[in-house]
Structure formats: C-alpha cells, structure tokens
C-alpha cells in the first residue's frame, strides 16, 4: 500500500511504530522490513532518511535504514532486533519457524553481516569501480568504505554470494520434494521474506511493479556470468511466489 513521509520533526512527536527507510530504491534490509510489518499487519509511519539533518541524527542515532523506533523506546537497525520487536507487538502469525535456531542462522547468511546482500552490494561496488556497470559514481566509493569493500573482500565477495546461492538452492529444491514452496515448514517465515527482498539486487521486479531510478536499477542488472550461473531460477520463482502470495505490489518506494 503506498505510504506518504513524515517530517523528522513530526516524527520525534508521534506515538507508536516509526521507521526510517531508504526512498527511492528497493533497499533489501528496508524492503524486508515493511514485508514483516505488513505480514503482521503492524501500523507504522515512513520517515526518510536523510544525512544532513542535526535533528534526525539526534533522532534516530545512525544514518542507515531501515531503524524501527517504537514509542519512546531506543531506536533500533539491526535485522534480528528489528524483527525481534515485530514478534513483540504482534505475535500472531509467527514469523519464526519451528526450527528456529537454522531459520535464523539462515537469516543472518542473507541479510546479516557478511550475508548475501551483504556481498552482493561489494559485488556491485566492485563492478562500479572498475566500469563493469553497479553502483552509479556518486555513490560508489561511499558504499566502499561503509561497508568495508577492501582488495582482500573483492577476493572473497564472489565465493560468498555462490556459497550462499548454492545453499538458498539446495533448501528450495529439497523443500520443493517434500511439498512446500518455502525454506522451513508449511508456511513462510522470516527468511522467505529476507530472501525474496535480497533478490531485488539480482533480478529486480520489473517497473510496473517496483519503480525505481534508471541507474540503480542498472547497477542491480549487473551480473558477472558465473554468479548469473549460481542463481537458481527457483529462487528467483520462490521471490515471485512471495510477492503474488504474502507481499504487497507494487512496491512503494
């Protein structure tokens, strides 16, 4: 459902669930957590995020999004307490599995530290740098240094996002056999919401269901020929399944 921004200021005067995201750009971590808001059927209030602002740093603590800030409480970034704070406000439906250990071990591999769309922007860093399309100039060295881009990651980042792909692949395939279209149990849970967002850095929906400016849409089209290998289409087939299923269309960035 589309959502209009509040100001910094109107927002440090509100109650309730707050969230900072990035506008304009189909952001996995943001995108994740609106799917987990919207599952739940939490209300919340947009506000963007923006990186000049005294009033908004003094607000929100960090310049990054998403962070969920609830009531009068500490603002939050992380994904696990992000989604932590989801199950607090609406316990019904879980989004937690039954094997909840390996779901969230699952969660960390994709939206975590060092996880897929972790490395996959490094990827994209990379490509950016060296004129093989990614991430726009403007953008590309901020990236870099945020989040850690190095000579050693450019020789890792690729392993990582195929050891991850492979994995995503090989739960989907078994999953498929014993008759349910997501990772763990009958129903979805947090990391088929973590992973149909992250696909939006490899295959983006098309326009009509999620605008997004020409250049980054760009950047997320770039894919070097053995990571494109590494991708299952089932994958790509269990973010459809997702977004035709359980999340909203079209995206509102």
């Given at each position: 459902m589309p959502f209009e921004y509040i100001s910094t200021e109107d927002a440090i005067l509100a109650d309730g669930l707050r969230m900072v995201v990035v506008s304009n750009v189909p952001s996995p971590w943001g995108e994740a957590a609106k799917g987990i808001l919207h599952m739940k059927a939490i209300p919340w209030t947009a506000v963007r995020l923006v990186y000049d602002s005294d009033t908004f740093n003094g607000w929100a603590k960090d310049q990054t999004g998403p962070i969920a800030i609830y009531?009068?409480?500490?603002?939050?970034?992380g994904w696990r307490e992000i989604l932590d704070l989801a199950e607090r406000l609406a316990p019904d439906p879980s989004l937690l599995a039954t094997d909840e250990e390996s779901m969230l071990r699952l969660c960390q591999d994709l939206i975590g530290e060092n996880g897929l769309g972790w490395t996959r922007r490094l990827q994209l860093v990379e490509a950016g740098l060296t004129g093989k399309g990614g991430f726009p100039q403007r953008s590309v060295k901020y990236l870099g240094d945020k989040y850690g881009y190095t000579a050693e990651s450019r020789l890792t980042c690729d392993a990582r996002v195929h050891e991850i792909l492979a994995q995503l692949s090989d739960r989907l395939i078994a999953q498929r056999a014993a008759g349910s279209p997501y990772f763990f149990g009958d129903k979805p849970s947090a990391a088929d919401i973590y992973c149909a967002s992250v696909m939006a850095m490899f295959a983006p929906l098309p326009e009509e269901k999620c605008a997004m400016k020409p250049d980054i849409?760009?950047?997320?089209?770039?894919i070097d020929d053995a990571t494109a290998a590494a991708l299952d289409p089932l994958i790509v087939e269990h973010r459809d399944h997702m977004y035709e299923a359980?999340?909203?269309?079209?995206?509102s960035l």
């Open positions: 009531n009068q409480e500490a603002p939050r970034s849409r760009t950047a997320f089209n770039t359980h999340l909203e269309l079209p995206l």
